[in-house]
Structures are given as C-alpha cells and as structure tokens.
T-cell receptor
Framework: GAVVSQHPSRVICKSGTSVKIECRSL??????MFWYRQFPKQSLMLMAT?????????EQGVEKDKFLINHASLTLSTLTVTSAHPEDSSFYIC????????????FGEGSWLTVV | GEDVEQSLFLSVREGDSSVINCTYT??????LYWYKQEPGAGLQLLTY?????DMKQDQRLTVLLNKKDKHLSLRIADTQTGDSAIYFC????????????FGKGTRLHILP
C-alpha cells in the first residue's frame, strides 16, 4: 500500500537554530501535501497546504516566515522551523494526497520536535 | 462553522463496548475518519466511512453516520486494554482542497 515517510521521527535542536522535517510519498506522486501540528494533549491543527511547484498556502495565524514549506518535487515536501524556540516543540505530521488513487489522503508517522 | 466536536474523555470497563461520538458542521464532507493515537506515537487510521453510507463494520469496530444530524460514532466492541488511546474524528472537506479537519480527540481509558 501507499506509504508516506517522515524524517526525522524525533529531533532535538537548540534554541535559535533551524530544523528541517521531510515528508516523502514513497510509491505515489503527491501534488498536494498538508502539514499539521499537534500541541500536547490537543488536536492536530492544519498549518499549511503545500502544492508542488508553487507557494504553500498557510492557515490563519501560522507564520510563513517561521515555518518554511518547500514542495520541490512530486514526492517531497519539507517543513523548516526557523529560529526555533522552546514553544515550537511539538508533534508535526504531514499527509499527502494521491491524485491517482481517488485523491486518498495518506499520513506520515509524524516527527517529534523538542527545542532546548 | 469549522469545528469537529467530540467529548474529551471516556472511561469504559474492559470487555464492555465503547462508543465515541463526534459531530461535524460541514455538509460538503465526503469522507469521515477515525484515527487512533497511542502515547508518543503517530496517527493510525482505524476506519473511515463515505458520506453516502450509514454504517460500516470492520471486526470490532462499527461506524455509524447520521448525515442529517452530522453525527458520527465509533463503537468498539469487547474493549481491551490495548484500545487505550486517543481517538480522533476527522472530516475531509471536498470544497476545501480535500483538507482533513480533526476534532480534539477523545481519550479512552480502560477500567480493569
């Protein structure tokens, strides 16, 4: 079946540094990917919609300069958390839409980010 | 409105049935999902139902959909300790680029 892979699954970074999370569709092409964030004991909040070859569409309240999204190919979208702060510590999860499979949405395993 | 609503906690005795309820607001929703998240883990898709269906059964899981009332439920028969997790209801909105909107999650606690 289809698989969406996220890397790294866990990462610890220092305050002020940037960290990149990758989301890959392994056996299908994804023109659209979505990035979510989950705060502790809360639901998953949609951050942005990533479209291949164009700028991401951010949800209200999400800082586009803080959370850089790049979708350079049909199988890869990246989320870069810039100048990370401890409050950016969270669970980030991506999903990808398989246009050739009835637009089915597949989720990655998620990435735990801890900023110290 | 934008919300997908579900109760935050549910306690059930081992062996009993668990019923987790969810309400949504968007009538354009095409698919409705139930995801399971265990502590420290990612999302696991449990089951889903297409909006033109009333019921779907998959082993111990039964999903009921009342489209008129925009109400979705997940019944877990013979609840086991391994069912202890957070269960998220989610809807896929066709008129919103297929975005999936999640509820806040229901934490299922299993009593011995």
């Amino acid at each position: 079946g289809a698989v969406v892979s996220q890397h790294p699954s866990r990462v610890i970074c220092k305050s002020g540094t940037s960290v990149k999370i990758e989301c890959r569709s392994l056996d299908f092409q994804a023109t659209t990917m979505f990035w979510y964030r989950q705060f502790p004991k809360q639901s998953l909040m949609l951050m942005a919609t990533s479209n291949e070859g164009s700028k991401a569409t951010y949800e209200q309240g999400v800082e586009k300069d803080k959370f850089l999204i790049n979708h350079a190919s049909l199988t890869l979208s990246t989320l870069t958390v810039t100048s990370a702060h401890p409050e950016d510590s969270s669970f980030y999860i991506c999903s990808a839409r398989a246009w050739d499979r009835g637009n089915t949405i597949y989720f990655g395993e998620g990435s735990w980010l801890t900023v110290v | 409105g934008e919300d997908v609503e579900q109760s935050l906690f549910l306690s059930v005795r081992e062996g009993d049935s668990s019923v987790i309820n969810c309400t949504y607001t968007d009538s354009s929703s095409t698919y409705l999902y139930w995801y399971k998240q265990e502590p420290g883990a990612g999302l696991q898709l449990l089951t889903y139902i297409f909006s033109n269906m009333d019921m779907k059964q998959d082993q111990r899981l039964t999903v009921l959909l009342n489209k008129k009332d925009k109400h979705l439920s997940l019944r877990i028969a013979d609840t086991q300790t391994g069912d202890s997790a957070i269960y998220f209801c989610a809807e896929k909105r066709m008129n919103r680029d297929d975005k999936i909107i999640f509820g806040k999650g229901t934490r299922l606690h299993i009593l011995p």
